[in-house]
């Protein structure tokens, strides 16, 4: 991962947002959760492939909203993202994640 690619795509006041998280995280904070993201889904049997299906994609006010639907490849991990990018890059990314068993996956990423 290069941590100064990731970073820089992000505007300055970037938020991602995963439930599975105490708290949303800042662009600054973005390379160790990237970090504990990719640890996760190791742990969860997953070699980081995504599949991202169903896009919708809305441009309005400057701002592009994409929402999809993802999956994690060898694992149950499934939901829905939203990603809004401006001129100033990444503005926010928000996760959410399904399972229609229980409220929350039995393999926490």
Same mark, same amino acid.
């Given at each position: #991962?290069?941590?100064?690619?990731?970073?820089?795509? @992000?505007?300055?006041? $970037?938020? $991602?947002?995963? =439930?599975?998280?105490? *708290? =949303? &995280?800042? +662009?600054? !904070? /973005?390379?160790?959760? #990237? @970090?504990?993201?990719?640890? +996760?889904?190791?742990? *969860?049997? %997953?070699?980081? !492939?995504?599949? /991202?299906?169903?896009?919708?994609? !809305?441009?309005?006010?400057?701002? /592009?909203?994409?929402?999809?639907?993802?999956?994690?490849?060898?694992?149950?991990?499934?939901? #829905? *993202? &939203?990603?809004?990018?401006?001129?100033?890059? &990444?503005? /926010?990314? +928000?996760?959410?994640? $399904?399972?229609?068993? %229980? %409220?929350? =996956?039995?393999?926490? =990423?």
């Amino acid at each position: #991962m290069d941590e100064h690619k990731l970073v820089s795509s @992000c505007a300055d006041n $970037f938020i $991602f947002d995963d =439930p599975y998280e105490d *708290a =949303p &995280v800042t +662009r600054d !904070q /973005l390379p160790d959760y #990237m @970090c504990r993201w990719n640890h +996760r889904a190791q742990q *969860a049997g %997953s070699d980081n !492939q995504w599949r /991202l299906d169903y896009e919708v994609r !809305q441009d309005k006010d400057n701002v /592009l909203t994409d929402w999809e639907w993802w999956e994690l490849s060898g694992t149950d991990l499934k939901g #829905m *993202a &939203v990603v809004q990018t401006g001129d100033q890059g &990444v503005l /926010l990314e +928000r996760i959410t994640y $399904f399972n229609r068993n %229980s %409220s929350k =996956p039995q393999n926490k =990423p």
